[in-house]
């Protein structure tokens, strides 16, 4: 029975019916202090609530499944305990996920060895997540499932992340995850909460009078002391009935610790040294317990006074405490000689090497290598599990009992590296720093720079990650050589994304063997884009016939895929729209089959410039939409923020203002937003040019004119802009600079559709009637060329504004007859790009030819679904099965088939057989 929680009540009894009746998925923190009556209200739901009708009959005719685990502190540093303990009855099911997820997830609970080693560094730590997803919703197939999550803030870090990357995913499967944690600890950003507040005076008098007898005098006392928190109330009422006194200055949770402390008192020495054990094991395990209990000479009877004071209670394999202010007071009250001894008796009965690991190091009262090195080992085995938090913690305690400081600065380091792959920035940079005031080794150095400067990017600042890298190497000893060549790699890369074109030049140089991607993004912001373009346009040739013969499939190892994100990356660079679609698409492909969660977002990132270059505008924001919901669902809110830039050219293309300038307020951070300037300022002079304001377009375009930091195919684009701005502007000598810039380029580059708008500039610019012509119609014959060679798209918008500029030339040199087939093409593009601004000229063009335009196509079938929608419609069209899809889309197929029959009425469809007309669209 509880008192004065009729709301909490109500509500969890609707979200646990919306889940029975309507498959609905929900997740909520029942958040509040010590003793608010968390657990209370969680034996409530499955013993009298919402819950307990499906322990006895009649049921429905499905089967409901109620999993349950509990946070223990001295969990805390065991990889996927909580996970193992809440998954652990239902582990036979694990042969139904798909791989790589059934591995993970098996590799987590212990039920397989995981991979070891250096190949196993840098596995992706979301894929433990994304298979207890996949599993939660395989469960509920037959009836609603219930998670429930008792004191989530003792949850190993590895067990906290893959619950709630598996919440924050949950749409549509009949799945209800209830975590009850206090106020301190357990983030779960994201997560709708439920606090649990103190109750009212009156219902606190109910819960006196159901646990204790106490004298009326007396009700009010404790009523008052009590403050309204149930456990004070139950713990304040039992102290007074025994005639002790629990008032005084300290926090509320210390007072009733001290209550606890007082019962404890009472009891005989034996019973209180059994229950050291007990605390200090804290797990509840009654096998390790008795087994350390017997080397001191104390058994399970010795707990019969502590049971029928209804301080722990006892199952067939576990001894549990009450409440864990119990152990907690336990353990607080003991001698410290006596912590010492239990945990020594603990070591030496434990057969589980982390778990001896762990009650050495708390046995030990100063450093010891041999203790470190067991802590390393178990830090080790948490990386091979993914547990990169966990791992963090164990590498930083080791570092602690280290006596060498040359061993202390390698275990920070390992440290260090571990909070990193576990996305704790700011742990990381500590660790860092307190490991190079300890060595002086070259390659620890390196190790702990590369680390450094990976936070440095992290947190958004490019410029300085690559400072730190080019830097280091070239004050290294002996200078740069092989093995500085990642470093240096790494430095170009996080140079060219900040615009820091001195240590982009710095690293093509000092790399001791030539790396044309380096040299060629050195040449390019040098303005040598001659010597630039033909290098990139190399590493891309290479790449691709590895790429057509077996996309993706072969790459096993970290350094691999970052060749492949680079090789991307450079295809972006230069514009080669059909390589980089290829690749983008190719990379995505292998991250979903691989469950690579993680690192999906970025190269998603990449995709959706090239969807945008080939006109596949519905197709980019879906891509967008995906990473962000992934980028927020592990964590990662800054990516999400730097992922809306790339939609910030279809905002300009549309005509819509206020998205545009949404997006560009996201931009996280002053170097990230350096980063990304040219991009945000040519998107809002793009939207400036095609609302007719051509003077703030002509300024914007000026400013990136001057110093373009990173001369991309899109942002070479912008010349292209000034060019039209300033002719409209009135000033089209302004803009020769620009014209000739953009020539350049596109001679160098070699891609047609550069060619295509180099020469529309010339013929804006051109003083003749005849050269502008023939400018126009090679122009147009090479965006038709484009689009045959680039397969999808082929930059339709640039085709669509070259026909547009060709069809107003024609109309004001008379020949409106002429003028009409270019504009009608343009028409149709800028309408299929619901590019509105651009759609009103081509359409008051064709008006002025004497052609009535209609009030155009209007919106497609495609435009009426969500991002989410039309990826699983294109994918499910394709003949994908709803678990195939749910596997590449990191969903339920639950909630595949949602989106399905979401999507079916606005397609006006009724079957997956009917989605086939829509391939192509």
């Given at each position: 029975?509880?008192?004065?929680?009729?709301?909490?009540?109500?509500?969890?009894?609707?979200?646990?019916?919306?889940?029975?009746?309507?498959?609905?998925?929900?997740?909520?923190?029942?958040?509040?202090?010590?003793?608010?009556?968390?657990?209370?209200?969680?034996?409530?739901?499955?013993?009298?609530?919402?819950?307990?009708?499906?322990?006895?009959?009649?049921?429905?005719?499905?089967?409901?499944?109620?999993?349950?685990?509990?946070?223990?502190?001295?969990?805390?540093?065991?990889?996927?305990?909580?996970?193992?303990?809440?998954?652990?009855?239902?582990?036979?099911?694990?042969?139904?996920?798909?791989?790589?997820?059934?591995?993970?997830?098996?590799?987590?609970?212990?039920?397989?060895?995981?991979?070891?080693?250096?190949?196993?560094?840098?596995?992706?730590?979301?894929?433990?997540?994304?298979?207890?997803?996949?599993?939660?919703?395989?469960?509920?197939?037959?009836?609603?499932?219930?998670?429930?999550?008792?004191?989530?803030?003792?949850?190993?870090?590895?067990?906290?992340?893959?619950?709630?990357?598996?919440?924050?995913?949950?749409?549509?499967?009949?799945?209800?995850?209830?975590?009850?944690?206090?106020?301190?600890?357990?983030?779960?950003?994201?997560?709708?909460?439920?606090?649990?507040?103190?109750?009212?005076?009156?219902?606190?008098?109910?819960?006196?009078?159901?646990?204790?007898?106490?004298?009326?005098?007396?009700?009010?006392?404790?009523?008052?002391?009590?403050?309204?928190?149930?456990?004070?109330?139950?713990?304040?009422?039992?102290?007074?009935?025994?005639?002790?006194?629990?008032?005084?200055?300290?926090?509320?949770?210390?007072?009733?610790?001290?209550?606890?402390?007082?019962?404890?008192?009472?009891?005989?020495?034996?019973?209180?040294?059994?229950?050291?054990?007990?605390?200090?094991?804290?797990?509840?395990?009654?096998?390790?317990?008795?087994?350390?209990?017997?080397?001191?000479?104390?058994?399970?009877?010795?707990?019969?006074?502590?049971?029928?004071?209804?301080?722990?209670?006892?199952?067939?394999?576990?001894?549990?405490?009450?409440?864990?202010?119990?152990?907690?007071?336990?353990?607080?009250?003991?001698?410290?000689?006596?912590?010492?001894?239990?945990?020594?008796?603990?070591?030496?009965?434990?057969?589980?090497?982390?778990?001896?690991?762990?009650?050495?190091?708390?046995?030990?009262?100063?450093?010891?290598?041999?203790?470190?090195?067991?802590?390393?080992?178990?830090?080790?085995?948490?990386?091979?599990?993914?547990?990169?938090?966990?791992?963090?913690?164990?590498?930083?305690?080791?570092?602690?009992?280290?006596?060498?400081?040359?061993?202390?600065?390698?275990?920070?380091?390992?440290?260090?590296?571990?909070?990193?792959?576990?996305?704790?920035?700011?742990?990381?940079?500590?660790?860092?720093?307190?490991?190079?005031?300890?060595?002086?080794?070259?390659?620890?150095?390196?190790?702990?720079?590369?680390?450094?400067?990976?936070?440095?990017?992290?947190?958004?600042?490019?410029?300085?990650?690559?400072?730190?890298?080019?830097?280091?190497?070239?004050?290294?000893?002996?200078?740069?050589?092989?093995?500085?060549?990642?470093?240096?790699?790494?430095?170009?890369?996080?140079?060219?994304?900040?615009?820091?074109?001195?240590?982009?030049?710095?690293?093509?140089?000092?790399?001791?063997?030539?790396?044309?991607?380096?040299?060629?993004?050195?040449?390019?912001?040098?303005?040598?884009?001659?010597?630039?373009?033909?290098?990139?346009?190399?590493?891309?040739?290479?790449?691709?016939?590895?790429?057509?013969?077996?996309?993706?499939?072969?790459?096993?190892?970290?350094?691999?895929?970052?060749?492949?994100?680079?090789?991307?990356?450079?295809?972006?660079?230069?514009?080669?729209?059909?390589?980089?679609?290829?690749?983008?698409?190719?990379?995505?492909?292998?991250?979903?089959?691989?469950?690579?969660?993680?690192?999906?977002?970025?190269?998603?990132?990449?995709?959706?410039?090239?969807?945008?270059?080939?006109?596949?505008?519905?197709?980019?924001?879906?891509?967008?939409?995906?990473?962000?919901?992934?980028?927020?669902?592990?964590?990662?809110?800054?990516?999400?923020?730097?992922?809306?830039?790339?939609?910030?050219?279809?905002?300009?293309?549309?005509?819509?203002e206020a998205r545009l300038r949404e997006l560009t307020g996201t931009a996280p951070g002053p170097s990230d937003a350096l980063a990304a300037g040219a991009l945000a300022a040519g998107?809002?002079?793009?939207?400036?040019?095609?609302?007719?304001?051509?003077?703030?377009?002509?300024?914007?375009?000026?400013?990136?004119?001057?110093?373009?930091?990173?001369?991309?195919?899109?942002?070479?684009?912008?010349?292209?802009?000034?060019v039209e701005a300033a002719v409209r502007a009135g000033r089209p000598d302004s803009a020769r600079p620009a014209a000739d810039r953009l020539r350049a380029w596109a001679e160098a580059?070699?891609?047609?559709?550069?060619?295509?708008?180099?020469?529309?500039?010339?013929?804006?610019?051109?003083?003749?009637?005849?050269?502008?012509?023939?400018?126009?119609?090679?122009?147009?014959?090479?965006?038709?060329?484009?689009?045959?060679?680039?397969?999808?798209?082929?930059?339709?918008?640039?085709?669509?504004?070259?026909?547009?500029?060709?069809?107003?030339?024609?109309?004001?040199?008379?020949?409106?007859?002429?003028?009409?087939?270019?504009?009608?093409?343009?028409?149709?593009?800028?309408?299929?790009?619901?590019?509105?601004?651009?759609?009103?000229?081509?359409?008051?063009?064709?008006?002025?030819?004497?052609?009535?335009?209609?009030?155009?196509?209007?919106?497609?079938?495609?435009?009426?679904?969500?991002?989410?929608?039309?990826?699983?419609?294109?994918?499910?069209?394709?003949?994908?099965?709803?678990?195939?899809?749910?596997?590449?889309?990191?969903?339920?197929?639950?909630?595949?088939?949602?989106?399905?029959?979401?999507?079916?009425?606005?397609?006006?469809?009724?079957?997956?057989?009917?989605?086939?007309?829509?391939?192509?669209?």
């Amino acid at each position: 029975m509880l008192y004065g929680r009729d709301a909490e009540q109500e509500r969890l009894a609707r979200l646990i019916g919306e889940a029975r009746e309507s498959r609905r998925s929900r997740a909520l923190v029942i958040r509040g202090e010590t003793g608010i009556g968390k657990s209370a209200l969680l034996d409530w739901i499955v013993e009298e609530g919402p819950w307990s009708s499906f322990r006895t009959p009649p049921m429905r005719h499905d089967a409901a499944l109620l999993l349950r685990a509990t946070g223990y502190e001295a969990e805390g540093n065991i990889v996927f305990a909580g996970l193992s303990q809440l998954l652990w009855p239902v582990r036979d099911r694990l042969d139904n996920l798909p791989e790589p997820q059934g591995s993970a997830l098996r590799g987590a609970l212990g039920l397989t060895p995981p991979p070891n080693g250096p190949s196993a560094r840098g596995r992706d730590r979301f894929t433990v997540g994304l298979a207890v997803l996949t599993l939660l919703a395989d469960l509920a197939e037959t009836g609603p499932v219930l998670c429930l999550v008792d004191d989530a803030q003792w949850l190993d870090p590895a067990s906290t992340e893959a619950l709630l990357f598996a919440a924050r995913r949950l749409a549509a499967e009949g799945v209800v995850m209830l975590f009850a944690a206090r106020d301190e600890g357990f983030t779960a950003g994201g997560l709708d909460e439920l606090r649990l507040e103190r109750l009212r005076p009156a219902d606190a008098e109910r819960v006196l009078a159901r646990h204790q007898d106490v004298p009326p005098p007396l009700r009010d006392r404790v009523v008052r002391e009590s403050a309204g928190n149930p456990l004070a109330v139950i713990e304040f009422g039992a102290a007074r009935a025994r005639g002790s006194a629990v008032t005084g200055p300290l926090p509320l949770a210390d007072r009733v610790t001290s209550a606890f402390q007082d019962r404890i008192a009472r009891l005989p020495e034996p019973t209180r040294r059994m229950l050291l054990i007990v605390a200090a094991e804290g797990r509840g395990d009654m096998a390790n317990a008795l087994a350390a209990a017997e080397r001191l000479g104390v058994s399970l009877d010795d707990l019969d006074e502590a049971e029928r004071a209804r301080l722990v209670q006892i199952t067939g394999r576990s001894i549990l405490f009450r409440h864990p202010l119990i152990g907690s007071a336990v353990y607080q009250g003991a001698p410290l000689t006596q912590r010492l001894e239990a945990h020594r008796a603990l070591a030496a009965a434990s057969h589980e090497p982390d778990c001896n690991a762990l009650h050495r190091a708390a046995a030990a009262t100063r450093p010891d290598e041999e203790i470190a090195a067991g802590l390393e080992r178990a830090a080790e085995r948490a990386c091979d599990r993914t547990g990169y938090g966990t791992a963090s913690r164990l590498f930083r305690q080791a570092a602690d009992l280290t006596p060498a400081p040359a061993a202390q600065a390698r275990r920070l380091g390992a440290a260090a590296a571990a909070a990193l792959q576990a996305g704790a920035v700011g742990d990381a940079e500590d660790l860092v720093r307190a490991a190079e005031r300890l060595t002086d080794d070259p390659a620890e150095y390196d190790r702990l720079v590369r680390v450094r400067a990976a936070v440095e990017f992290e947190r958004g600042d490019p410029r300085a990650a690559a400072r730190m890298l080019a830097d280091h190497v070239a004050h290294a000893p002996g200078g740069a050589d092989g093995d500085h060549a990642a470093l240096l790699r790494t430095a170009a890369a996080y140079a060219w994304m900040g615009g820091e074109t001195s240590v982009l030049c710095q690293a093509a140089k000092l790399l001791p063997a030539p790396d044309r991607a380096v040299q060629g993004m050195a040449r390019l912001v040098d303005g040598e884009y001659a010597a630039g373009l033909p290098l990139l346009a190399e590493v891309v040739a290479a790449a691709r016939p590895a790429a057509a013969a077996a996309p993706a499939a072969s790459r096993t190892s970290v350094d691999d895929h970052a060749h492949a994100v680079q090789v991307t990356l450079a295809a972006l660079i230069i514009g080669d729209d059909a390589s980089a679609l290829r690749l983008a698409s190719a990379e995505a492909a292998h991250y979903r089959r691989h469950g690579l969660v993680g690192a999906l977002p970025s190269v998603l990132e990449a995709l959706a410039q090239a969807q945008i270059a080939a006109g596949l505008h519905q197709d980019a924001e879906a891509t967008v939409a995906e990473a962000m919901g992934l980028a927020r669902a592990t964590g990662f809110e800054r990516r999400a923020g730097r992922l809306g830039l790339v939609l910030t050219r279809i905002a300009a293309i549309e005509g819509d203002e206020a998205r545009l300038r949404e997006l560009t307020g996201t931009a996280p951070g002053p170097s990230d937003a350096l980063a990304a300037g040219a991009l945000a300022a040519g998107a809002l002079a793009l939207l400036d040019l095609g609302l007719g304001r051509y003077d703030e377009a002509l300024r914007r375009l000026e400013e990136i004119g001057r110093d373009p930091h990173r001369p991309t195919a899109d942002v070479m684009l912008s010349a292209a802009d000034q060019v039209e701005a300033a002719v409209r502007a009135g000033r089209p000598d302004s803009a020769r600079p620009a014209a000739d810039r953009l020539r350049a380029w596109a001679e160098a580059g070699r891609q047609t559709w550069a060619h295509a708008v180099a020469l529309r500039c010339q013929a804006l610019l051109d003083d003749t009637e005849e050269a502008a012509r023939t400018a126009y119609e090679r122009a147009l014959e090479l965006h038709e060329r484009a689009a045959r060679e680039a397969g999808p798209g082929g930059r339709p918008f640039e085709k669509a504004r070259t026909e547009l500029l060709y069809g107003e030339w024609l109309r004001r040199a008379r020949q409106r007859s002429e003028a009409r087939v270019p504009l009608r093409s343009a028409l149709e593009i800028f309408e299929r790009l619901r590019a509105v601004p651009w759609t009103d000229r081509a359409r008051a063009e064709l008006r002025a030819t004497g052609e009535g335009a209609g009030a155009g196509q209007g919106p497609g079938l495609l435009d009426r679904l969500t991002p989410q929608e039309l990826q699983v419609v294109r994918l499910a069209a394709d003949g994908v099965s709803s678990r195939e899809i749910a596997a590449q889309l990191f969903l339920s197929p639950r909630t595949v088939e949602y989106h399905l029959y979401k999507a079916y009425p606005k397609l006006g469809v009724s079957s997956r057989r009917e989605l086939s007309r829509l391939r192509g669209t």
